[in-house]
């Protein structure tokens, strides 16, 4: 039997999402102020390559990476997936990565894309994406707890697989939360 539901399809976000924090007063200082060899040194998130991988599988290969960044940042963006052999070792094809310059503009890509899904660790880029892409996931620690009741907190790669899951009957139904 034919649905006309959607494919599932993933977004995830790059900085201190794919890319492991290294914060000081709040910035990240190896991508914003720091060279791109401090860049490349800057660690994968905990977990984060035994995770993905999975998802892309279970995604069958529609994961796209959305993030917002300038231009100095998309280079040393792209030095390190490259360096760190990202679309290799997680299955993503090097052509599904978005970049653009303010956040709610990642709501432009996941419509365009069809996004269901998006893994991003802040709550007001997950907020631009409500009534848009069903289900809205908050990743890592959190300063202050998130006040949107449709987002599900991601605490850590290691929480994805079972937070992330679609069952064959479920994947293209929108979650409960959605509007």
């Known amino acids: 039997m034919k649905t006309n539901h959607p494919l599932p399809k993933l977004g995830i976000d790059i900085g201190r999402v794919l890319i492991a924090p290294e914060e000081v007063d709040g910035a990240d200082t190896s991508f914003i102020g720091g060279s791109l060899a401090d860049a490349l ?17 279970k995604f069958e290969g529609r994961v796209w990476l959305v993030s917002k960044c300038g231009p100095s940042v998309q280079a040393k ?35 365009e894309l069809g996004i269901t899904h998006f893994i991003d660790d802040r709550s007001d880029v997950l907020h631009h994406l409500e009534g848009l892409v069903p289900n809205r996931y908050l990743f890592g620690p959190q300063r202050k707890p998130a006040t949107d009741a449709g987002l599900v907190l991601l605490p850590a790669w290691k929480d994805a697989a079972a937070l992330v899951a679609l069952e064959p009957e479920d994947a293209s139904r929108p979650a409960p939360h959605s509007a």
């Open 41 to 57: 040194k800057t660690p994968p998130y905990e977990s984060m390559f035994d995770a993905v991988a999975p998802l892309v599988e």
């Open 77 to 111: 963006s792209r030095a390190w997936l490259q360096h760190h052999r990202f679309f290799g070792r997680t299955g993503i094809a090097p052509a599904n990565l978005r970049f653009c310059l303010q956040r709610p503009q990642k709501a432009d890509h996941c419509r």
